[in-house]
């Protein structure tokens, strides 16, 4: 009973704040201390809110983001993953490419946009290449740091015992390389968002932040709050969701109680 009073507790203090600032928000506008047009209170966000949602301008932009998001991250995701397992195969190639993928993978994948623009262009591709390659390289360089961190003895056993090569990577490395392997997906599942917005604000016509964009030239910042809303709750529940994945995988292979 007392993790779940607790649970309620922090509930409550969490809604009791939100509506603490929520009430502020709402009257400082009211009280003439900034312009309304330049600080809208929460009321005016929520009416813009449902308008761009009825209205079906917000919901268009939304899936075209969604699906940009999903598509690179996927593949990112599974590109990184077969290639880290590829490259953890063989030691020497494991660690001629280590250091050059701890060098990308700490590259700011929003700083290549302009060189995409150049190779990819300007169309649908360039966010999902941009979403696929901030997903990939740290998926490929956990996936190898993870399967790194076995221990020697343990694959030494199971290859006296007979397992493959096979059944050694699968069944006890890759295993044991989960946790790392979810630490960088959980990053990337919020980071992927947040690169296909950036993306779509610098070249884009469509999407979320060519909305916000659009917002921002005609000064509707109503509209520019109301879309950043939507995108942090998008992104929180993303990682969210694979906090919720991991802890499922991470009981099932006994890593976790």
């Not at 096979?166 to 490395?173: E, Q, R």
């Not at 469509?206 to 992104?235: C, E, F, K, N, W």
């Amino acid at each position: 009973m007392r993790p779940i009073k607790g649970g309620l507790v922090r509930a409550l203090l969490v809604l009791i704040t939100v509506l603490v600032i929520c009430a502020l928000w709402e009257l400082v506008p009211s009280i003439g201390v900034v312009p309304t047009y330049l600080f809208p209170p929460p009321s005016k966000v929520g009416m813009t809110l449902i308008h761009l949602i009825v209205s079906g301008a917000l919901i268009n932009e939304y899936v075209r983001t969604l699906v940009r998001v999903l598509i690179g991250f996927t593949l990112g995701t599974l590109v990184g993953l077969f290639v880290g397992i590829a490259l953890s195969l063989k030691d020497l190639v494991r660690d001629v490419f280590y250091p050059i993928l701890a060098f990308l993978a700490v590259t700011p994948t929003v700083a290549l946009i302009p060189l995409l623009i150049v190779w990819v262009g300007i169309n649908e591709f360039l966010p999902i290449t941009a979403v696929f390659i901030c997903s990939s390289i740290p998926v490929i360089y956990n996936t190898i740091s993870g399967m790194r961190s076995v221990d020697p003895e343990m694959i030494g056993v199971a290859k006296t015992l007979g397992a493959s090569t096979f059944k050694v990577i699968f069944t006890i490395m890759l295993p044991q390389a989960l946790p790392s392997i979810f630490s960088a997906l959980k990053i990337e599942a919020v980071m992927a968002w947040k690169t296909c917005f950036v993306a779509e604000m610098l070249v884009m016509s469509s999407g979320l932040g060519y909305l916000m964009i659009v917002a921002q030239s005609t000064l509707r910042v109503d509209v520019l709050i109301a879309a950043l809303l939507v995108l942090s709750v998008s992104t929180y529940l993303f990682h969210l969701l694979f906090e919720k994945l991991e802890l499922s995988v991470l009981r099932r292979w006994g890593l976790r109680g």
